[in-house]
């Protein structure tokens, strides 16, 4: 069987981000590290503040040849120039969305624990599929997305797959023989330093 190559950093947005620091602190992140794709995981719906703030991350992510997709906003993504989306709904809507984008854009899936979602969202053309929290997360209903998910998605699925929520350096290490990308948010946005904090879970790759 072949080793896997090491997994990739999809990096996600906090939920709220302040304009004049935020995309400063991102740009210091995507030069510190090869990050593959950004998620956009802006809460709340004001119209507005969503553009803006997707507006100032998008041109700090294309100056550096990195795709970024929005969480749930099929057309905000078109509107806002963004390379696809990021759907919270088990496969739901994935197919609605594909047909809105296009085959060029990126559908992301997020699927909770469910290897079922997540072979119904591939069947519907997402690019890939997201499972979590990996680990302590305030995340859903506390169901976790075990290691064994992993690892026989890895080994029967095509699709690629991103683990993500409540990553620590154990669980990357435990989960980097199984898992295509890891979702990293909050784990290094909570800290002082992201760079740094950013390191630390990737030197566990």
């Known amino acids: ?82 390379d696809g989306v990021h759907l919270d709904d088990a496969a739901r809507s994935v197919r609605a969305a594909r047909k809105e984008l296009g085959a060029d854009a990126i559908v992301g899936s997020f699927c909770g624990a469910s290897s079922h979602d997540g072979m119904t969202a ?12 990996v680990g302590a997360s305030a995340l859903g209903d506390g169901t976790i997305a075990e290691k064994d998910l992993f690892q026989w998605w890895s080994e029967m699925i095509e699709v690629p797959v991103v683990a993500e929520g409540g990553l620590t350096p154990d669980l990357i290490r435990d ?12 784990e290094i946005w909570s800290q002082e330093d992201p760079v740094a904090a950013l390191k630390t879970l990737t030197d566990a790759m």
């Open 122 to 133: 591939g069947e519907s053309g997402a690019d890939y599929v997201a499972f979590g929290p």
């Open 1 to 82: 069987m072949d080793t896997p190559e090491q997994p990739q950093i999809y990096l996600i947005t906090p939920p709220t981000i302040t304009l004049s620091t935020f995309p400063d602190q991102l740009g210091r992140v995507l030069d510190s590290a090869d990050i593959a794709c950004i998620r956009l995981a802006l809460a709340g719906s004001d119209e507005d503040t969503i553009a803006r703030a997707a507006d100032a991350c998008r041109e700090v992510a294309h100056a550096r040849d990195v795709a970024i997709v929005i969480s749930n906003h099929v057309l905000l993504a078109q509107r806002l120039g963004l």
């Open 175 to 186: 989960l980097a023989p199984h898992t295509d990308f890891f979702g990293i948010g909050d």
